[in-house]
């Protein structure tokens, strides 16, 4: 979700997500509750951390706390590393209802808090 933001803020990020132990597709959840805000990640395809641990990147930002702990480091030039960490809305339990309200409140969560990144770090350094 965070990707899906990031990219719908500034069409010219070139952004990656990657997990520590990706899922074999996206959250149907997930790209529920994007669609629900005219964000179309379907397309997306879970990729794993270590593809990316070569590679050099202005940030790179963990964004729930296992990922934080686990995330190997990466050889390639970094920046900076941060974390903005929220609730795995995939571990929600409950009724369909009580864990799509889970997705949601993460959503807004993650729009708020990359929206902020975003103008506070890349938009102030374009």
């Known amino acids: 979700m965070a990707a899906g933001f990031l990219k719908?803020?500034?069409?010219?990020?070139?952004?990656?997500?990657?997990?520590?132990?990706?899922?074999?597709?996206?959250?149907?959840?997930?790209?529920?509750?994007?669609?629900?805000?005219?964000?179309?990640?379907?397309?997306?395809?879970?990729?794993?951390?270590?593809?990316?641990?070569?590679?050099?990147?202005?940030?790179?930002?963990?964004?729930?706390?296992?990922?934080?702990?686990?995330?190997?480091?990466?050889?390639g030039d970094v920046k900076e590393n941060l974390h903005i960490g929220f609730v795995d809305p995939a571990k929600a339990t409950g009724t369909e209802d009580e864990i799509l309200s889970v997705f949601r409140r993460v959503r807004e969560e993650i729009r708020k808090e990359f929206y902020k990144f975003c103008i506070e770090n890349i938009k102030g350094n374009k």
């Open 8 to 75: 719908s803020f500034d069409p010219d990020l070139e952004v990656y997500s990657a997990g520590t132990e990706p899922a074999s597709q996206v959250n149907p959840r997930a790209i529920l509750v994007m669609t629900e805000v005219g964000l179309n990640i379907s397309d997306s395809v879970p990729q794993n951390v270590n593809e990316y641990l070569d590679q050099s990147f202005d940030y790179v930002i963990t964004v729930c706390d296992y990922a934080r702990e686990s995330c190997p480091i990466f050889d």
